[in-house]
DNA sequence: ATCAGCATGTAAGGCGTTACATGATTCA
DNA sequence: TGAATCATGTAACGCCTTACATGCTGAT
């Protein structure tokens, strides 16, 4: 596996599951993932080509029943195992790109209502994302006594817990500014 | 400025107050920016360069006095330009590339343990930088009549009321886990 | 008939990291 | 004297995105 290419991770981790495409990996990625990874076509073809080299995933007999190729990949003992290994792994790094954070650092170059805009801005598109993460909460919560469930679960309260405290902070901001 | 390249930004923020040369800004990216974006000299220093080709930072006079030669930058006008109309951009990109997430999400191919684990580790680490985001806090607080500062403030705030909600998530998904 | 969605892939290019190269100063 | 810090910069390389190329299928 590429050393630092966690897209590799991703996949492994979604083929784990259920035989996949790319087509089908960039869904899932698109879906609630989206919320802690992305991951374009032009990411994950080739990474899947790559890992197929490595033995880490299988091709399956392309699916010609009807139209375009559609290849499945299957995950291998080795992938399995280069999955887990990454699981077991102390080493982690968690990165932040804020560029709402970075904004409001930099804020006194600007009038307050500027800061009180992005703001606004921010709290408009985390609202309309924990509405999503409600959703999928409530679905969870029916099926949630499967195993792979409950990590799902997991996932999505800490984003409702996190863009709840992010709400929090949006209001007790906009009044401090507007002191 | 380059189209996708934020860390003309910072650059651009951090001149706003003073003349730095890259090694302070580095510095100063290592320091609370790092919570929100990160930088290393070999994206800085290229930065610089193409900021001064551009007409948007100023090279200072070289200070010789002693030793080694140090190039302070000073913002130009055209640049504080740039900065304020990005301040005022109602387009940002927040992104997060959480490890954690992921290997949480795919949990399941393991024992609960090693989630656990994981968590443990996160947690650890977000109270390590709890403790820190605290003590900026309360030097913040003391020079809070400054306008510059409440906008540090402001994201500090930010950072303490995140990494309290990871806390309390921590805590309640340990307990999930064990059930 | 047309458009959205299904499906795979490549090419160009940008951004960024790590490691390296170089050398002065300061402090123990 | 040796290590840490100050200070600037380049080179190699990897990751990823955007845009492009191609063509089928199913619904309206």
């Known amino acids: 596996m590429a050393k630092d290419r966690k897209i590799d991770l991703v996949i492994l981790g979604l083929l784990a599951h ?6 089908d990996i960039k869904k899932y990625i698109d879906g609630s993932i989206r919320f802690f990874w992305k991951g374009s ?6 990474a899947l080509s790559d890992m197929e080299m490595q033995g880490l995933v299988k091709r399956k007999k392309s699916d010609n029943s009807g139209g375009r ?15 887990k290994a990454w699981l077991k792994e102390e ?17 006194g170059v600007e009038d307050r209502s500027v800061t009180i805009r992005n703001i606004e801005l921010f709290e408009e598109n985390i609202k ?17 006594d499967e195993e792979d469930h409950l990590y799902y679960y997991l996932t999505v ?3 409702i817990d996190t863009y709840e405290a992010y709400l929090k902070w949006c209001t007790k901001s906009k009044k401090l500014l507007k002191k």
Request: zero cysteines; proline letters at 2%; aromatic letters at 14%.
């Open 18 to 23: 259920e035989d996949l495409t790319g087509y």
């Open 41 to 46: 076509f032009g990411s994950i073809y080739p």
């Open 69 to 83: 190729e559609k290849i499945a990949y299957h995950l291998t003992k080795k992938g399995e195992d280069a999955l």
């Open 91 to 107: 080493k982690v790094s968690n990165e932040l790109k804020y560029e709402t954070l970075l904004k409001l650092y930099f804020g």
């Open 128 to 144: 309309q994302n924990l509405e999503i993460l409600k959703v999928y909460k409530s679905n969870l919560e029916k099926v949630l």
């Open 157 to 159: 309260t800490f984003g």
